[in-house]
């Protein structure tokens, strides 16, 4: 039996959930209170610690892509209150937490809230621009080698399948392939990127 330091009641130690470590001694609060207190913390709190378990937790199944590449927190956001001083609430549920260079770590400089789809084109397989974007849907209409797109364009195969889908850049997508992109549907006739050419 343990005794919880938030509710401070005694309850097996299957209950609990090791929450945090301060001069060498270890704090423990049960699962009920852990939930209690991100859910009262809110949206930025479950991000912050998302956040920092990618890079300091190596069990963590994302920290291979942030911790393990070097991407670290900085120490001033080791504290959840500083980090929502820093960065403010999220605008709206669709912002995510967003590294402005992805190369760089989780710091006042480095991240904004953005939009999913900033997000996405902000990624390290997605650095790319609307004409390239343009340009992969063509050969991949005229049936180039998908590995040699994502060589030409140093850019991630999985990428070129998403982006050839339309899954990605669906403002791009959907521009090119709407019916009002070309005269063509008038008649019935495929839309495709190449009409527009």
């Known amino acids: 039996m343990k005794t919880c330091s938030s509710c401070r009641e005694s309850k097996p130690e299957s209950s609990f959930h090791k929450s945090s470590q301060t001069n060498d001694r ?12 991100i859910r009262s913390r809110g949206p930025e709190y479950h991000t912050w610690v998302r956040m920092r378990g990618r890079c300091n937790n190596p069990n963590n199944k994302d920290y291979p892509r942030y911790g393990g590449r070097g991407i670290s927190v900085c120490d001033r956001w080791n504290s959840y209150d500083v980090f929502l001083s820093d960065i403010g609430r999220r605008p709206t549920r669709n912002h995510q937490l967003d590294r402005i260079d992805n190369d760089g770590g989780y710091s006042p400089e480095n991240c904004r809230w953005a939009t999913r789809l900033q997000n996405i084109r902000n990624s390290r397989v997605c650095r790319l621009e609307e004409r390239s974007v343009i340009c992969i849907l063509l050969m991949v209409e005229l049936g180039y080698d998908t590995k040699k797109i994502a060589e030409f364009f140093d850019t991630d195969i999985s990428n070129v399948l998403v982006i050839g889908s339309g899954k990605n850049w669906t403002d791009v997508f959907m521009r090119l392939y709407s019916p009002s992109a070309s005269s063509d549907a008038e008649h019935g006739w495929p839309i495709s990127p190449l009409n527009k050419l």
């Open 26 to 37: 270890r704090t423990y609060d049960c699962r009920e209170c852990v939930g209690k207190k």
